[in-house]
């Protein structure tokens, strides 16, 4: 993390080469979280509020392909051209390649400022590699939020989403406009539309979920960290309905934080 409220996610997109300053005093009792839901319910725009409120790091394996995307074709791996491939089609990128990404940067997970972990895992292959690894590496997961949303506006929703091409902040053309049409608020980046955003990925992305990620539901509830949250209404009521659900299961369990198994 870096500056006062703008998380540093330098060493998350780049890789292990970057360097990251944890926020000094912001590592009290920090936060590890998944955020688990459809595509388009709103997790990449939640991280960010919840970065706000919690502190912790939001750490996007989607964010990760789409800044590989925007470097030069001569500067990718053959993995990484592959999995770019994959995710232009709005398919699941292969296990391999998203656990060699992440293992990486499995830094972030070790911080001492907690994370969001927001896209990722997306399998069963995923979660249990990310079990074994945090439990080998005595990193507590505290719960795993699991936003809930009609498939109707569900697509409404990843339809109308824009995103900043420099910082990445997540607006939509009618829920969340920008103060000037297709200019970021934050940064005055331009705002572009997602190339799997479009109504040709958007089916094949749901299809990837019901088939692929929806099934961690069962993972996480039979591992006693689900927390479900309605992600209907405004984002900021969304992600006080958040804070408010972790702030309940927080006082009902071990001050300690909640083992990962
Ligand atoms: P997101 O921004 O999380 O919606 O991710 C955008 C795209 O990146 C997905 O549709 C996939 O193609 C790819 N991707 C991101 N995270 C993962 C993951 N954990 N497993 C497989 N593919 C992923």
Redesign the pocket.
């Known amino acids: 993390m870096g500056g006062a409220d703008q998380p540093d996610r330098a060493a998350w997109l780049q890789g292990p080469a970057a360097h990251c300053n944890p926020q000094p005093g912001k590592t009290e009792n920090p936060w590890r979280l998944i955020l688990l839901g459809p595509?388009g319910v709103g997790k990449?725009t939640q991280a960010e509020m919840l970065h706000l409120r919690l502190h912790a790091c939001h750490l996007?394996?989607?964010?990760v392909?789409r800044a590989a995307g925007a470097r030069k074709e001569c500067d990718l791996s053959p993995a990484m051209k592959a999995a770019l491939e994959?995710?232009r089609r709005?398919?699941?990128?292969p296990d391999s390649i998203?656990w060699e990404m992440v293992l990486e940067r499995s830094g972030c997970l070790r911080c001492g400022g907690g994370f969001l972990l927001?896209?990722?895992?997306?399998?069963i292959h995923?979660a249990e590699s990310l079990k074994r690894l945090m439990e080998n590496q005595n990193i507590p997961l505290h719960a795993v939020v699991n936003y809930e949303l009609p498939q109707g506006d569900i697509v409404q929703r990843l339809s109308g989403r824009r995103t900043c091409k420099e910082c990445k902040a997540v607006y939509h053309v009618t829920e969340r406009p920008p103060k000037i049409a297709d200019a970021c608020d934050r940064c005055g980046g331009a705002l572009f539309q997602r190339e799997?955003d479009r109504p040709e990925s958007v089916k094949v992305?749901l299809e990837a979920y019901e088939e692929k990620t929806a099934p961690l539901t069962e993972f996480y509830r039979g591992m006693r960290v689900l927390l479900p949250v309605s992600a209907t209404g405004t984002p900021e009521e969304i992600c006080e309905r958040t804070v408010a659900a972790l702030e309940a299961r927080k006082a009902k369990t071990p001050a300690t934080g909640v083992p990962h198994s």
């Not at 996007?60 to 964010?63: A, L, N, P, V, Y």
């Not at 709005?90 to 990128?93: R, S």
């Open positions: 595509p990449g996007s394996t989607g964010d392909f994959y995710m709005g398919d699941l990128v998203v927001d896209g990722f895992p997306r399998t995923q799997d992305r």
